[in-house]
């Protein structure tokens, strides 16, 4: 099956430093994309997705790039607030293979340092 | 808040017992999701239902089961629990079949002791 993993597992930036979160999938099928954030005791919560059509995508402080060559996806975060501080999934799913379930990465702990 | 919904919050049990984990998706949404998050794990899925019919299956085991009813809540039944059943056991519904944007809820965590 198809395999999401990100690059680091944990991250700490300074408060108002921009954050770049990566992950790394293996399905070169995917053809959407989301990033969750999961603050500690809660369940995760949508961020911006990405269909595979597009190079990037920006919502508010954050922007999602997806790199289809190199089967890479990261998420940056600008100006990183305390509130920021969570683990952060990144999952794909394949539409065209009739898979109908997303498959999540194992998650980055991003910290912000005040 | 979401708008889905999971019961009990925490769920504490001896090995070899059996627990049901309840789910009420959001206002509107058909489909389902079951996900297992173990500590310091990403989120496993378990099974999709959508409008009451199973829609996928992941990585569920054999002694667990769920349904979603008429009304679109969703039961997960977890059976014959082992101590490494011990996770978040997360729900998510979505509007349509496809898992585009799932709506996650708080979790319910179980202990098996």
């Known amino acids: 099956g198809e395999s999401v993993g990100l690059h680091l597992p944990t991250l700490s930036v300074q408060e108002g430093d921009n954050s770049i979160i990566n992950c790394a999938y293996s399905?070169?099928?995917?053809?959407?994309f989301i990033w969750y954030k999961q603050e500690s005791g809660k369940g995760p919560q949508f961020i911006i997705d990405i269909r595979s059509n597009m190079d990037k995508r920006q919502g508010q402080r954050v922007t999602v790039l997806l790199n289809k060559t190199v089967k890479h996806l990261s998420l940056q975060i600008a100006a990183t607030q305390p509130g920021d501080s969570a683990v952060y999934f990144c999952a794909e799913i394949s539409h065209q293979t009739g898979a109908n379930n997303l498959f999540f990465g194992t998650g980055t702990r991003l910290t912000v340092i005040p | 808040d979401s708008g889905v919904t999971q019961t009990p919050k925490h769920l504490i049990t001896a090995t070899g017992q059996r627990v049901t984990l309840r789910c009420s998706p959001r206002s509107g949404d058909l489909s389902v999701y079951w996900y297992q998050q173990s500590l310091d794990q990403g989120l496993q899925f378990l099974i999709h239902y959508y409008n009451g019919e199973e829609r996928a299956k992941g990585n569920i085991l054999e002694r667990f089961s769920a349904q979603q009813f008429p009304d679109l809540h969703s039961e997960l039944n977890l059976s014959s629990l082992e101590l490494g059943d011990s996770a978040l056991y997360f729900c998510?519904?979505?509007?349509?079949?496809?898992?585009?944007?799932?709506?996650f809820g708080p979790g319910t965590r179980l202990t098996v002791l």
């Open positions: 399905n070169s099928a995917s053809d959407y």
């Open positions: 998510a519904s979505s509007v349509g079949p496809k898992p585009s944007e799932q709506f």
